[in-house]
């Protein structure tokens, strides 16, 4: 079992909330040592702190680089002997020193169906564009942003006359369901890195797998 998850945010923590409650259901055969966040008024450390869930709060702004300020994290996440690393919603871009340590355990969801809209105002990008489809994807972290080896997508239907926060909240819903269902296959030994690409029950995933909101949760 890889079972020692430690969570990074940076804000409200909604993703998080979803994989306590799927540690709590016993969804995900794991357990969520730690949360950290960069900021002292992210909203994550107080459902943390519902949970039970140690948290430590590590300024970036108490660091005097970006360089000391993921080594502060490294350390506290390697002295708690995490297994994998989940960012979510933690707005710090990190070294390619720090990815490097935890190649092949350390994941991230970002609110697009990857590689479309890297970077930040993902739901906006897509309505200006007229897409019919978005949503977000689950990715082990390299050191390009946003460009890891995906490994689901939840996907929703896009509608005219949506607004960005409507389609964050359709994108959202999804991103609860398929952030545990990733992180509990990665507890059960079931999902890894292997080079260029992640494999599930050993098998390279050479496009994500895709997962609207009618259908059900694979195994
Ligand atoms: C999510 O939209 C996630 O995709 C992105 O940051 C947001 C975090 O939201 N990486 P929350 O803090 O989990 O509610």
Do not use: K
Request: glycine letters at 8%.
């Amino acid at each position: 079992m890889n079972g020692r998850i430690a969570v990074l945010i940076s804000g409200s923590g909604s993703n998080l909330q979803a994989l306590l409650d799927a540690c709590n259901d016993g969804v995900i055969p794991g357990r969520i040592i730690r949360v950290i966040s960069n900021r002292d008024d992210a909203f994550g450390l107080e459902r943390a702190r519902r949970a039970g869930v140690s948290t430590s709060t590590i300024r970036h702004t108490d660091h005097s680089d970006r360089a000391a300020f993921d080594a502060a994290v490294a350390e506290r996440l390697d002295a708690d002997g995490t297994d994998l690393v989940v960012l979510a919603g933690f707005m710090r871009i990190l070294t390619s020193g720090f990815v490097s340590h935890y190649t092949g355990r350390m994941i991230n969801i970002h609110p697009s169906l990857l590689p479309d809209y890297r970077g930040l105002n993902t739901h906006e990008r897509a309505l200006s564009d007229g897409v019919q489809r978005h949503g977000c994807t689950v990715h082990f972290v390299v050191p390009e942003l946003d460009a890891g080896p995906a490994v689901v997508q939840g996907t929703v239907p896009v509608y005219p006359d949506d607004t960005p926060q409507q389609l964050q909240q359709r994108v959202h819903a999804q991103e609860h369901r398929v952030y545990p269902l990733a992180v509990r296959w990665f507890v059960q030994g079931r999902l890894a890195l292997d080079g260029e690409h992640a494999t599930l029950d050993g098998v390279p995933l050479h496009s994500p797998l895709r997962i609207a909101p009618e259908d059900p949760l694979p195994e």
